[in-house]
């Protein structure tokens, strides 16, 4: 069982960028996919997650207009696409999966987690 995060790099302010969690193992249509972010110095913070039940979306404050969850369970992977980025965004990001859990924010409730994809946005 494994997930595989990518798609990370330097962008410039304003730029776009494209994360993909690919999952190994196991399918992804039976888990919430959680994705996570940690700057230096800070927390790790949720960013946004997708059901597995209908699909529903949900989206840090931080990024709500900006960034886009989506899964293609064909590929059994899940993708962040970040748009307008923000030096702000720069961290570590990490993709979690999940069977269930009552706190899709909460990343001591996800079970699988990916080895983390460096996003630097920067002039």
């Known amino acids: 069982v494994q997930l595989q995060a990518s798609g990370g790099g330097l962008m410039q302010p304003g730029g776009s960028l494209r994360l993909s969690c690919a999952a190994s193992?196991?399918?992804?249509?039976?888990?919430?996919i959680g994705w996570f972010r940690q700057a230096p110095g800070k927390e790790r913070e949720g960013v946004s997650c997708?059901?597995?039940?209908?699909?529903?979306?949900y989206y840090a404050d931080s990024v709500k207009g900006r960034f886009t969850i989506s899964r293609d369970n064909a590929k059994n992977t899940v993708y962040l696409q970040m748009n307008v980025l923000k030096p702000e965004d720069t961290a570590v990001y990490y993709c979690?999966?999940?069977?269930?859990?009552?706190?899709?924010?909460?990343?001591?409730?996800?079970?699988?987690w990916g080895q983390g994809t460096q996003v630097t946005v920067s002039s």
């Open positions: 979690a999966a999940v069977k269930i859990t009552p706190d899709y924010w909460s990343a001591l409730e996800y079970d699988y």
């Open positions: 193992g196991f399918t992804l249509d039976y888990y919430a």
């Open positions: 997708i059901s597995s039940s209908d699909g529903s979306t």
